[in-house]
């Protein structure tokens, strides 16, 4: 499996860490980097069967098993159950051949039904036509398999050094204009184009008090079945 999502000895901290290094390696070659993360709606409940059943029986699952996984899908006419292990497994499934259709332009970085392409450019050159090609490719091959791409949810950054100055850019995706963001949420993770702490810091300073509050409620309610360590790590995981 190509995502880092459902799988075994996989979290969501490779799947930042691999787009954090991603960035580091164009730095290290005097690059800047600009990473796309798409966003999808509902793509669980967009999974083809039909296109799906195709795709397992090409991975070798035929005969009993795909009759078994087809009966399994038979009370729905479209999707797989999230939240079910069976389930997850067969939209990774479903999803797992993407990188074969996007270029070696750039690296991508999938975790369940987050697809991220991080590109390599030259500072001083228009690297726009290799971004929006790229974006071209990734966005048909979602409408070939049913899945509804939202292009005014897709975000877009430039990562760059911090002496680096920033030039205002746009890149295109299905007639639509992507603006250059200064930040962007990666699996919980507040990205800045500098890769700087500040807005993550701000962001978790920001839902502290709330969470505080909510877990002390919860720690005074169940005080018997709770000792004082246990308290100390819930306060200290949250500040």
Sequence with gaps: MRTNGFTKGRST?????????????????????????????????????????????HYGIKNVALNLIASYLSDRTIGVPQGSILGSFLFLVYINDLPHHVSNTCDIELFADDTSLIFKTHRNKDNSDNVSRAMSRVSHWFTAINFVLNAKKTKCVEFMLPNVKKVDKKEMINGESLEMENS??????????????????????????????LSFAYLSKNRQLTDVETARLVYFAIV
């Design 13 to 57: 901290t490779d799947a930042g860490a691999k787009l954090i290094k991603h960035v580091y390696d164009a730095w290290k070659s005097s690059q800047n980097a600009i990473g796309v993360l798409f966003y999808l709606s509902k793509a669980f409940d967009c999974v083809e069967h039909k296109t799906l059943l195709l795709k397992l029986s």
């Design 184 to 213: 962007t949420v990666f699996l919980g993770v507040t990205l800045d184009c500098k890769l700087q702490c500040g807005a993550h810091i701000e962001t978790l300073a920001g839902n502290s008090p709330q969470l505080l509050m």
